[in-house]
């Protein structure tokens, strides 16, 4: 297969983590004689310091002139801590979304086995999660009209959404909980919020299409605290943008690490795949960063594309690193050795050996003794 993917590296640590996801595409196309064709483009708070804009205009024409993307992060101190900012880097993620069409954000939740002990939350409350998040990323409080007062001290954020927009997303949900556990939960606070209440009226109807999926609905706070007391209850979730930037960055320490999750956020036309960690620029540099969430990221580019074998042989490579223990601080601090390169060389290293990729290559790569 031929695709031509866009690249945005973006800011603080999306650079050394985007670097080994490539790495395991280019592995992929080596060994199933595909061609990848990778073009690296700027955006967020780089793209401000070279550009004056947090997404110009060439990058997003590159965007909409390849079969994907695969995104970094964003955000820079600098900005985050001057208020007075004009533009700013997320302005840059939040326009790509919109001018792409990328309403259908889509984050996998999992509790690796051999990463239970490493979740501050108890390994019987999370054993066997395995969640699906449907996030709407278009729409809601993030893209409403904004209102400040003359005087500074008055501000609103208006919350809009459309029968459309809510039909598109649920639908995929739907769709998604067919094909896993038959069970779907909208996330919503129809209780107080009318938005909420045309979301839940109109999945309501959509769930008639559906009769082999058992919809359930919770107001978001008790999402949010079921969420920590049994994760196991949930299949796929469906919620919308505010809810779900909130809810599945809280399901990102049932694995131990928010580093392990990965995303993609597609629309009818266009797809990108990210991580859904944020910039870390205090760990920028360093060889800290976690990298397998760019990388199961890529994995999910693959998916997207029907490369099912080419997904799953790097989510193998992937347990078999977090078994290996060759993990970066966020999940290993017994052992600060590992590096965010030498995660991404073992990842390589199992795809084109997946037989042969065992101790044999901690021992080799991470410059131990070795027994051959």
């Not at 729409?139 to 005087?151: M, R």
């Not at 009318?194 to 559906?210: D, I, P, Q």
């Not at 193998?316 to 078994?323: D, F, I, N, R, T």
Request: hydrophobic share 40%; proline share 4%; net charge negative.
């Amino acid at each position: 297969m031929n695709l031509n993917i866009a690249v945005l590296p973006g800011d603080g640590i999306g650079p050394e983590v985007t670097k080994q996801a490539v790495k395991a595409l280019t592995a992929i196309a080596s060994e199933y004689n595909h061609n990848f064709k990778f073009t690296v483009a700027d955006v967020g708070a780089i793209a401000i310091d070279k550009h004056g804009d947090a997404l110009p205009d060439e990058t997003l024409e590159l965007c909409k002139n390849t079969d994907a993307i695969l995104f970094g992060a964003i955000g820079d101190p600098k900005y985050d801590n001057d208020p007075s900012a004009k533009v700013r880097p997320e302005q840059g993620l939040l326009k790509l979304r919109k001018e792409m069409g990328l309403f259908a954000n889509i984050r996998p939740v999992k509790a690796y086995q051999t990463l239970l002990d490493k979740s501050p939350l108890k390994k019987h409350i999370i054993e066997g999660t395995d969640i699906s998040i449907y996030r709407e990323l278009t729409g809601g409080i993030y893209f409403g009209e904004k209102q400040l007062s003359e005087d500074g001290n008055t501000a609103s954020d208006l919350c809009t959404y459309s029968r459309e927009e809510i039909e598109r997303i649920a639908r995929l949900a739907f769709v998604a909980a067919q094909n896993r556990d038959h069970r779907l939960t909208l996330v919503d606070k129809a209780n107080v919020l009318e938005s909420s209440r045309l979301w839940r009226k109109v999945v309501k109807e959509l769930a008639e299409e559906y009769p082999d999926v058992k919809l359930d609905f919770l107001f978001v706070d008790n999402a949010a605290m079921q969420m920590i007391l049994n994760p196991k209850q949930f299949d796929v979730i469906l919620t919308e943008n505010m809810f779900g930037d909130i809810i599945s960055d809280e399901a990102s320490v049932i694995g131990g690490s928010i580093g392990l999750l990965a995303s993609a956020s597609v629309g009818d036309k266009y797809a990108m795949f990210e991580p859904i960690h944020g910039s870390y620029p205090q760990a920028a540099n360093k060889g800290i960063a976690n990298p397998i969430a760019s990388i199961l990221s890529a994995a999910m580019l693959l998916s997207h594309f029907g490369l099912h074998n080419e997904a799953e042989l790097i989510r193998l490579a992937v347990e078999k690193s977090l078994k290996l223990n060759i993990t970066t601080p966020d999940i290993n601090a017994e052992n600060d050795t590992v590096t965010t390169t030498n995660v991404g060389d073992f990842i390589e290293d199992f795809i084109f050996n997946p037989k042969d990729t065992n101790l044999n290559f901690k021992n080799i790569h991470l410059g131990q003794s070795t027994i051959i």
